[in-house]
């Protein structure tokens, strides 16, 4: 049973009689579920996550207090702390994890002030640049139980991917770091005798490269910990994960150098290939480069397109 499972389990069995029975006349404001930085949230969770916050439990989302009184909010916090402390041979703990609690009753905008920096989740081109792709993979994953109140699903909603225009200079800037690190600098470092300078290049192509296949399949790339796990599911770029694997795992000898200037070019060629299939870029040729300028021209505000390339990234 994964985290998302037991969750649900949990809220089936003692929290949704709770709510029904005691606090019928919230239930027109609250949304119920399970959202956060856990693994579990990504459906990544396994034996190994449960030597630390796995646990059963649910997260209680209220409106702003000129909706939800802090009264009604203490009285349901309180009735949250009495649910049974132990469920399917796993124990609640009542001590908040580093970062704040990660269930129990949690102040929508709260919740989005933590995660993404605002509490209705409206977010300035800038905003969009700068927030880490976890942040708002937090904001929007997991999975909602039931929101009557509908205004969590509206947030989550309006954070589901990036807008088109930022989408596609965060691109735009992937794709010349892609260009510069494996189909240029690689093996120039390598000329001048500067191998770490040369691994760095190929971190940076793999870095880029990731990026740039979950920009094109339109999802958010985890935290770095779970962006192999999340390549390897990733259609239709499931396929990168074993090379980009073996790109930052492996030496630099000459035999080595030769395979992996040779695996960057393949992966060049296949995000250039989507580029061309979504209408992206053209007839630009093999050099990344070019490619990027083609798609930062595709912007429509000419205050994000006129911005630095990289200005995103």
């Avoid at 404001?29 to 693994?39: D, E, F, H, N, T």
């Amino acid at each position: 049973m994964n985290g998302l499972e037991l969750s649900r389990e949990y809220y089936e069995q003692y929290g949704r009689p709770l709510l029904e029975k005691d606090f019928s006349g919230l239930l027109p404001c609250i949304a119920v579920g399970l959202m956060g930085s856990g693994s579990e949230c990504l459906g990544f969770d396994d034996e190994v996550s449960r030597d630390h916050d796995f646990e059963p439990g649910f997260c209680i989302f209220l409106p702003g207090e000129e909706t939800v009184n802090r009264r009604d909010a203490f009285l349901l916090e309180k009735a949250y702390l009495k649910l049974p402390k132990e469920f399917k041979g796993l124990r609640r703990e009542m001590l908040a994890p580093v970062g704040g609690a990660r269930r129990g009753l949690i102040r929508i905008p709260d919740y989005f002030e933590k995660t993404v920096g605002s509490p209705d989740g409206r977010l300035t081109y800038k905003s969009w640049f700068s927030l880490p792709e976890q942040a708002l993979l937090e904001a929007t994953s997991g999975e909602v139980f039931f929101d009557n109140f509908g205004l969590l699903t509206s947030i989550r909603k309006s954070l589901e991917f990036f807008p088109r225009d930022v989408m596609l200079k965060k691109l735009a800037g992937r794709l010349l770091l892609m260009g510069q690190s494996g189909q240029y600098n690689y093996s120039r470092a390598l000329s001048h005798g500067e191998t770490g300078a040369a691994q760095l290049a190929v971190y940076e192509f793999a870095d880029s490269a990731m990026s740039a296949a979950f920009l094109l399949s339109e999802q958010y790339r985890p935290y770095y910990k779970w962006s192999f796990r999340a390549l390897r599911e990733l259609t239709p770029f499931s396929f990168l994960a074993e090379p980009l694997e073996k790109l930052i795992s492996t030496g630099n000898s000459r035999s080595e150098a030769e395979h992996k200037s040779s695996a960057m070019e393949d992966i060049s060629c296949s995000i250039i290939s989507s580029l061309k299939e979504k209408g992206l870029s053209g007839d630009e040729g093999s050099a990344l480069e070019a490619h990027a300028y083609a798609v930062n021209a595709k912007i429509s505000d000419p205050e994000i397109r006129n911005a630095n390339i990289l200005a995103a990234v």
